[in-house]
């Protein structure tokens, strides 16, 4: 059964890593839904949130191939149960918008997003959240007239109480010692 993966890689920060990241889905005919790379908690470490819909038998596959590239420490898959997630977009309207109507303004609250600019011609909005709801956001600001939109790929935090790199590295760790 297919469902939505977080694959969270962490590597060091080596160039051309994303791209060889990126050609084992290719290589599965696997599309990205989403892709965010940053750096860790860790110093030197990055980390890589990958969003997938496939199956876990395929999942399985793909995280064990990533783990395979020299340059990436530890690679996990959570199911969407097993993530805190949120996206960030902005949409740009016309400034001309607030003034028409007072709807405007209750769109924006109802919705607990923020003006992040406001200018004589344009007005940028943000709004953090899952993709439905700015996606829902989207199309009813498009009757107002949406100049530009933009939304984040997926960032996710795991449920547990650890991170799985620290407790992967606390296990080589000890390992080293005996």
Same mark, same amino acid.
Do not use: W
């Given at each position: 059964?297919?469902?939505?993966?977080?694959?969270?890689?962490?590597?060091?920060?080596?160039?051309?890593?994303?791209? @060889? /990241?990126? /050609?084992?889905?290719? @290589?599965?005919?696997?599309? #990205? %839904?989403?892709?965010?790379?940053?750096?860790?908690? #860790? %110093?030197?470490?990055?980390?890589?949130?990958?969003? $997938?819909? *496939?199956? +876990?038998?395929? $999942?399985?596959?793909?995280?064990? +191939?990533?783990?395979?590239?020299?340059?990436?420490?530890?690679?996990?898959?959570?199911? %969407?149960?097993?993530?805190?997630?949120?996206?960030?977009?902005?949409?740009? $309207?016309?400034?001309?918008?607030?003034?028409?109507?007072?709807?405007?303004?209750?769109?924006?609250?109802?919705?607990?997003?923020?003006?992040? %600019?406001?200018?004589? *011609?344009?007005?940028?909005?943000?709004?953090?959240?899952?993709?439905?709801? *700015?996606? @829902?956001?989207?199309?009813?600001?498009?009757?107002?007239?949406?100049? +530009?939109?933009?939304?984040?790929?997926? /960032?996710?935090?795991?449920?547990?109480?650890?991170?799985?790199?620290?407790?992967?590295?606390?296990?080589?760790?000890?390992?080293?010692?005996?």
């Amino acid at each position: 059964m297919e469902q939505d993966f977080t694959i969270t890689a962490f590597s060091e920060n080596h160039i051309g890593l994303l791209n @060889r /990241i990126t /050609i084992i889905f290719t @290589r599965r005919h696997l599309n #990205i %839904e989403s892709l965010t790379v940053g750096e860790s908690a #860790i %110093e030197g470490v990055h980390k890589f949130t990958i969003v $997938v819909h *496939t199956t +876990q038998e395929l $999942v399985e596959k793909v995280v064990k +191939q990533i783990e395979k590239l020299m340059e990436v420490l530890k690679c996990f898959y959570l199911t %969407e149960d097993e993530v805190i997630h949120q996206e960030i977009a902005l949409y740009k $309207v016309k400034t001309e918008a607030l003034t028409l109507s007072n709807k405007f303004e209750s769109l924006i609250r109802n919705h607990n997003a923020r003006i992040l %600019e406001l200018t004589p *011609t344009y007005t940028v909005i943000e709004k953090t959240g899952h993709k439905d709801e *700015t996606t @829902r956001l989207f199309h009813e600001l498009d009757e107002f007239g949406v100049l +530009q939109f933009t939304r984040s790929g997926r /960032i996710a935090i795991t449920k547990s109480d650890k991170e799985h790199l620290t407790a992967y590295l606390k296990e080589i760790d000890k390992l080293m010692e005996n």
